[in-house]
């Protein structure tokens, strides 16, 4: 079986991000998920693993965009101390637009990152979320 790389499928998610992100937002505001009988929509094994996954529903979730976001920042350090740069680039550009996205609709992902207690709000991969005095 090809093994896919995080190299191979970030510019597919990248492309989701810019062309989808706003609906996909709104889905995550909504916590929509119509494969509640399903596993399709639990996610992955490192996601459902990770603090915020064992927070998050099923389907989208502000927990799950959360954890994204998380996993970007991720990858833009990964990439960089590989000298991937157009990985990295791609990488904080998928950042960008989730943060801009929810700063512009005042989304409910603002609230439950406020809410989530200092074990996330402190993290210094969602400083991008604190509010700007």
């Known amino acids: 079986m090809h093994i ?69 920042y991720q990858i833009v350090d990964e990439a960089s101390k590989a000298d991937e740069k157009l990985l990295a680039e791609q990488a904080a550009k998928a950042i960008d637009i989730m943060s ?5 609709r005042n989304s409910q992902i603002l609230r439950v990152f406020e809410a989530a207690g200092d074990a996330v709000t402190q993290d210094k991969d969602f400083m991008v979320l604190k509010k700007e005095w």
């Not at 801009?100 to 512009?104: A, F, M, N």
């Open 4 to 72: 896919l790389t995080i190299a191979s499928l970030l510019p597919s998610a990248y492309a989701w991000i810019r062309e989808a992100g706003h609906n996909i937002l709104l889905l995550s505001d909504l916590s929509w998920n119509d494969c509640s009988n399903s596993s399709i929509g639990r996610g992955g094994f490192p996601f459902v693993q990770s603090e915020l996954g064992q927070r998050a529903p099923s389907g989208f979730s502000p927990w799950r965009w959360l954890y994204w976001l998380k996993r970007l």
């Open 100 to 104: 801009s996205h929810v700063k512009e």
